[in-house]
C-alpha cells in the first residue's frame, strides 16, 4: 500500500514555516469569531422568549403590567419559539445566498479586505439587533427580520474566505488532517460564544450580545492588519509551484476520472491555451466540477442537522430536561468536542486512505445509530453529555470535512490548475446549498417540534442523514472499489 505524502517525507509540519502557522491561526480564529456571534443568539433564546412575551406568561422580569402591553411581540412562548425559528430560517436563507455571492467576490477581489469587512459589519449588526433594541426597549419583528436578513449577508463572507486562504497556503499533502483539526474553528467559536454567553448572560441577555460583538470587531481589524492570503504576498513560492517538484506517487483525492489509471493530469478547463492564467472559473464552471454537485446536496442535508444540533440544543436541554439556561450552554458544548475529535480523526484517516467518501460513509451511517442513541437520553446530566459527545464526532465530524479538506479538494482540482482561482467560488457553493437545507430545516424544526414534540425531529434527523448518504453513494462505491483494487495490486506485486 502507498502511503501518502505525510508519510514519505518525514512530519507534515516540518514543511511548514511561521507563515503558515500564522495563517492557520489568523484564520481560525477568525471564523471562530464568527461562529460565537451566531451562537450568542442560540444560547440567549429562552431569554428572549421570556422578554418578547407578556407578563402572565412571564415569571422571571417584574415589570409594569403597562410596559409588558405596550412593549410584548407575542402573546405566548410558543409564537416566540415559533418566530426564534423563523429567525434562524431568515439568516441561513440570506447566508445561502450570501455565500453564493462572497465566494465569487472572494475569487476576485483581496480576501482579506472581504472577510475584514464581513467581521466588522457583521459585529455591528448583532451589537444593533440584541444590545441597541433591549437598551431602547425597542421590539419590533420588521426590525429584527432585516437586522437579520443583512447579518446573514455579511456573515457570508467568512467561510469561502477563510477557506481559500488555507487552500492557497496548504496543498493537498496531509490536508485532511490540516483543515481536519483547522475546521474545528466553528466548534471553538460555538464552545466561545456559549462561555460568554452564559458568563454575562445574568446581567441580561443584552450583554451577551454586546461582547460576542466587541470581540468580532477587533478580530476584524487584526485580520486586516496581519493576514496574508497567499504566499506569493511576500515572495514564497505558491503551493501549486512546490507542488510541481513533487513526485505523482498519489491521485488527488478528488478527480473526475471514472478510471484512475486514464487519469489526465495536464486537462485544462482552458483547452487551447498555451499560457497559464490566475484566472477566476465562472459560477457554472465550478458547479460542473466533478463530485462539486453530489457533495453540495449532500451538505445540504448534513448540514440542516448539524446546524439544527447548533441553533437548538441549548433550547431543547431547557424545555425537554427543565435545565437552566446557563447549564444548558455549558452542557452543549460536549457537541462541539465530538465535532472537532471526528472532523480531525476521520480527516487524518482519509489522509492514508486518500479518498473520503469511505470515511464519511462509515461515520454517517454510525451517525444514525448515535441519533437514535441520544434521542432516548435520561434525565441525567453525564450520560446526556457523552451521548452528546458521541453524535457530535459521528455528525459534527463529516460536516466539518466536507466543508473544509473536501471543499478544497473541489476547488484545487488538476481539471482547473489553468485557472486555479476556484476556491471560494466552489467552497461559496457547497457551503451556501449546505445553508438552503439548514435554513428549510430550521423552520422544520419548530414547526415538527410544536406539533409532534421532539422524537419526531430526531426521525427527521435520522432521514435527512441518510439522504446524506445516499447523495454521496456513487462516490463512495467508486472510491471503495479503487480501494479495493490498490489493495489487490498491492498483494499481487508482495
Given at each position: 500500500?502507498?502511503?501518502?505524502?505525510?508519510?514519505?517525507?518525514?512530519?507534515?509540519?516540518?514543511?511548514?514555516?511561521?507563515?503558515?502557522?500564522?495563517?492557520?491561526?489568523?484564520?481560525?480564529?477568525?471564523?471562530?469569531?464568527?461562529?460565537?456571534?451566531?451562537?450568542?443568539?442560540?444560547?440567549?433564546?429562552?431569554?428572549?422568549?421570556?422578554?418578547?412575551?407578556?407578563?402572565?406568561?412571564?415569571?422571571?422580569?417584574r415589570l409594569p403590567v403597562e410596559i409588558w402591553n405596550s412593549n410584548h411581540l407575542f402573546p405566548s412562548a410558543e409564537e416566540a419559539t415559533l418566530f426564534l425559528g423563523t429567525l434562524d430560517t431568515i439568516f441561513l436563507f440570506s447566508y445561502a445566498v450570501g455565500l453564493f455571492i462572497s465566494g465569487?467576490?472572494?475569487?476576485?477581489?483581496?480576501?482579506?479586505?472581504?472577510?475584514?469587512?464581513?467581521?466588522?459589519?457583521?459585529a455591528l449588526v448583532v451589537f444593533v439587533f440584541g444590545t441597541v433594541t433591549e437598551w431602547l426597549h425597542f421590539y419590533n419583528k420588521g426590525l429584527y427580520c432585516c437586522?437579520?436578513?443583512?447579518?446573514?449577508?455579511?456573515?457570508?463572507?467568512?467561510?469561502?474566505?477563510?477557506?481559500?486562504?488555507?487552500?492557497?497556503?496548504?496543498?493537498?499533502?496531509?490536508?485532511?488532517?490540516?483543515?481536519?483539526?483547522?475546521?474545528?474553528?466553528?466548534?471553538?467559536?460555538?464552545?466561545?460564544?456559549?462561555?460568554?454567553?452564559?458568563?454575562?448572560?445574568?446581567?441580561?441577555?443584552?450583554?451577551?450580545?454586546?461582547?460576542?460583538?466587541?470581540?468580532?470587531?477587533?478580530?476584524?481589524?487584526?485580520?486586516?492588519?496581519?493576514?496574508?492570503?497567499?504566499?506569493?504576498?511576500?515572495?514564497?513560492p505558491g503551493i501549486e509551484a512546490e507542488e510541481n517538484f513533487e513526485e505523482d506517487s498519489h491521485r488527488p483525492l478528488i478527480n473526475g476520472a471514472e478510471n484512475e489509471d486514464e487519469y489526465e493530469p495536464n486537462y485544462s478547463i482552458q483547452e487551447g491555451s498555451t499560457v497559464t492564467q490566475v484566472k477566476a472559473v465562472s459560477f457554472y464552471q465550478a458547479c460542473c466540477l466533478p463530485g462539486v454537485i453530489p457533495y453540495s446536496l449532500a451538505y445540504a442535508c448534513l448540514k440542516l442537522v448539524n446546524y439544527s444540533f447548533f441553533f437548538w440544543l441549548p433550547f431543547y436541554l431547557t424545555n425537554n430536561f427543565g435545565w437552566k439556561e446557563a447549564?444548558?450552554?455549558?452542557?452543549?458544548?460536549?457537541?462541539?468536542?465530538?465535532g472537532i475529535i471526528g472532523g480531525t480523526l476521520q480527516g487524518?484517516?482519509?489522509?492514508?486512505?486518500?479518498?473520503?467518501?469511505?470515511?464519511?460513509?462509515?461515520?454517517?451511517?454510525?451517525?444514525?445509530?448515535?441519533?437514535?442513541?441520544?434521542?432516548?437520553?435520561?434525565?441525567?446530566?453525564?450520560?446526556?453529555?457523552?451521548?452528546?459527545?458521541?453524535?457530535?464526532?459521528?455528525?459534527?465530524?463529516?460536516?466539518?470535512?466536507?466543508?473544509?479538506?473536501?471543499?478544497?479538494?473541489?476547488?484545487r482540482q488538476e481539471l482547473i490548475q489553468g485557472s486555479s482561482e476556484a476556491l471560494a467560488t466552489v467552497t461559496g457553493i457547497v457551503d451556501g446549498t449546505g445553508s438552503i437545507g439548514a435554513a428549510v430545516g430550521q423552520y422544520l424544526v419548530s414547526l415538527i417540534q410544536d406539533n409532534l414534540g421532539w422524537m419526531w425531529v430526531f426521525y427527521f434527523f435520522i432521514l435527512m442523514t441518510s439522504c446524506t448518504i445516499l447523495f454521496i453513494s456513487p462516490l463512495i462505491v467508486r472510491e471503495i472499489c479503487y480501494l479495493m483494487q490498490r489493495r489487490q495490486a498491492h498483494v499481487l506485486s508482495e
Amino acid at each position: 500500500m502507498a502511503w501518502p505524502n505525510i508519510f514519505q517525507r518525514g512530519t507534515l509540519f516540518s514543511r511548514f514555516s511561521h507563515h503558515h502557522v500564522v495563517v492557520f491561526l489568523l484564520t481560525f480564529f477568525s471564523y471562530s469569531l464568527l461562529h460565537a456571534s451566531r451562537k450568542t443568539f442560540s444560547n440567549v433564546k429562552v431569554s428572549i422568549s421570556k422578554q418578547w412575551t407578556p407578563s402572565a406568561f412571564n415569571k422571571s422580569i417584574r415589570l409594569p403590567v403597562e410596559i409588558w402591553n405596550s412593549n410584548h411581540l407575542f402573546p405566548s412562548a410558543e409564537e416566540a419559539t415559533l418566530f426564534l425559528g423563523t429567525l434562524d430560517t431568515i439568516f441561513l436563507f440570506s447566508y445561502a445566498v450570501g455565500l453564493f455571492i462572497s465566494g465569487i467576490v472572494g475569487d476576485r477581489l483581496n480576501l482579506r479586505w472581504v472577510l475584514s469587512f464581513g467581521m466588522c459589519s457583521s459585529a455591528l449588526v448583532v451589537f444593533v439587533f440584541g444590545t441597541v433594541t433591549e437598551w431602547l426597549h425597542f421590539y419590533n419583528k420588521g426590525l429584527y427580520c432585516c437586522l437579520w436578513i443583512i447579518n446573514g449577508l455579511l456573515q457570508s463572507t467568512g467561510w469561502p474566505c477563510v477557506v481559500a486562504v488555507m487552500g492557497n497556503w496548504f496543498g493537498k499533502a496531509g490536508r485532511g488532517v490540516v483543515f481536519g483539526l483547522w475546521s474545528a474553528c466553528a466548534s471553538v467559536g460555538n464552545i466561545l460564544g456559549a462561555c460568554l454567553a452564559s458568563s454575562v448572560l445574568q446581567y441580561g441577555y443584552e450583554y451577551a450580545f454586546l461582547v460576542t460583538a466587541a470581540v468580532q470587531f477587533a478580530g476584524g481589524i487584526v485580520i486586516f492588519f496581519g493576514l496574508l492570503v497567499s504566499p506569493e504576498e511576500i515572495g514564497l513560492p505558491g503551493i501549486e509551484a512546490e507542488e510541481n517538484f513533487e513526485e505523482d506517487s498519489h491521485r488527488p483525492l478528488i478527480n473526475g476520472a471514472e478510471n484512475e489509471d486514464e487519469y489526465e493530469p495536464n486537462y485544462s478547463i482552458q483547452e487551447g491555451s498555451t499560457v497559464t492564467q490566475v484566472k477566476a472559473v465562472s459560477f457554472y464552471q465550478a458547479c460542473c466540477l466533478p463530485g462539486v454537485i453530489p457533495y453540495s446536496l449532500a451538505y445540504a442535508c448534513l448540514k440542516l442537522v448539524n446546524y439544527s444540533f447548533f441553533f437548538w440544543l441549548p433550547f431543547y436541554l431547557t424545555n425537554n430536561f427543565g435545565w437552566k439556561e446557563a447549564e444548558a450552554d455549558k452542557l452543549s458544548i460536549w457537541y462541539d468536542v465530538g465535532g472537532i475529535i471526528g472532523g480531525t480523526l476521520q480527516g487524518f484517516i482519509s489522509d492514508i486512505l486518500q479518498k473520503r467518501a469511505p470515511v464519511l460513509a462509515l461515520s454517517l451511517l454510525l451517525a444514525i445509530g448515535s441519533l437514535v442513541g441520544y434521542s432516548r437520553s435520561p434525565n441525567d446530566k453525564s450520560i446526556n453529555a457523552l451521548l452528546m459527545a458521541v453524535t457530535g464526532f459521528f455528525i459534527g465530524g463529516p460536516s466539518n470535512m466536507i466543508s473544509s479538506a473536501i471543499s478544497a479538494d473541489l476547488g484545487r482540482q488538476e481539471l482547473i490548475q489553468g485557472s486555479s482561482e476556484a476556491l471560494a467560488t466552489v467552497t461559496g457553493i457547497v457551503d451556501g446549498t449546505g445553508s438552503i437545507g439548514a435554513a428549510v430545516g430550521q423552520y422544520l424544526v419548530s414547526l415538527i417540534q410544536d406539533n409532534l414534540g421532539w422524537m419526531w425531529v430526531f426521525y427527521f434527523f435520522i432521514l435527512m442523514t441518510s439522504c446524506t448518504i445516499l447523495f454521496i453513494s456513487p462516490l463512495i462505491v467508486r472510491e471503495i472499489c479503487y480501494l479495493m483494487q490498490r489493495r489487490q495490486a498491492h498483494v499481487l506485486s508482495e
